[in-house]
């Protein structure tokens, strides 16, 4: 069955980049494309980007556009989340997600990693 | 981008009642639209995509109905797994969106 094993919590300063990963297994992992999408506390859901898992080629909301990389180790199955210059607002739950839509960059999500939270707090 | 709307925000429900969420979005999305339930430290679930089609393993309680701008979420006789909060998604036009849930509660 998929399953999506993401990297554990982290704790950063203001300013400072983290790097969260998303081991994939149950399925050939270049055929899917995996999504990034995060929930800060109280709030909705928001999409911050995708990656072909495939090509590694890759597209972000634009409010993450200047600092957001999202890229990929096929061989490790594995799929990460950076994100640079970290404020309060990014303190929240990270999680990758993949869907039916194959490698389409706007799709449903089938499959959800547990999460990864993100506290950035001086 | 397209903005997604919840009402009502918070639902109370006795179990072994009905329920039902509704979810409006800013502009059409046809039939691009997904329902996840989320309950507490997990990730959300998909129940319902392309508006009205259940998810593998989703019990027939849940059910989806709607077109363009206006969906709804039916849960016909609440079970006590049920409770958790509720949040629509469209994937018709980029980026996808999600409404700010309804949580259902006891």
């Known amino acids: 069955q998929v399953q999506f094993l993401q990297s554990g919590a982290e704790v950063k300063k203001p300013g400072a980049s983290v790097k969260v990963s998303c081991k994939a297994s149950g399925y050939t992992f270049t055929t899917y494309a995996m999504h990034w999408v995060r929930q800060a506390p109280g709030q909705r859901l928001e999409w911050i980007g995708w990656l072909n898992a495939d090509y590694g080629n890759t597209k972000y909301a634009p409010k993450f556009q200047d600092r957001v990389t999202i890229s990929r180790d096929a061989s490790a199955t594995t799929a990460y989340l950076e994100l640079s210059g970290l404020t309060s607002e990014d303190t929240a739950v990270y999680f990758c997600?993949?869907?039916?839509?194959?490698?389409?960059?706007?799709?449903?999500?089938?499959?959800w990693g547990q999460g990864t939270l993100v506290t950035v707090s001086s | 981008e397209i903005v997604m709307t919840q009402s009502p925000a918070t639902l109370s429900v006795s179990p072994g009642e009905g329920a039902t969420l509704s979810c409006r979005a800013s502009?059409?999305?046809?039939?691009?639209l997904a329902w996840y339930q989320q309950k507490p430290g997990q990730a959300p679930r998909l129940l319902i995509q392309?508006?009205?089609s259940r998810a593998t393993g989703i019990p027939a309680r849940f059910s989806g109905s709607g077109s363009g701008t206006e969906f709804t979420l039916t849960i016909s006789s609440l079970q006590s797994e049920d409770f958790a909060v509720y949040y629509c998604q469209q994937y018709y036009n980029w980026p996808q969106t999600f409404g700010q849930g309804t949580k259902v509660e006891i």
């Open positions: 392309a508006a009205s």
């Open positions: 997600a993949s869907g039916g839509g194959g490698m389409a960059t706007i799709t449903h999500f089938d499959y």
């Open positions: 502009e059409s999305v046809r039939s691009k």
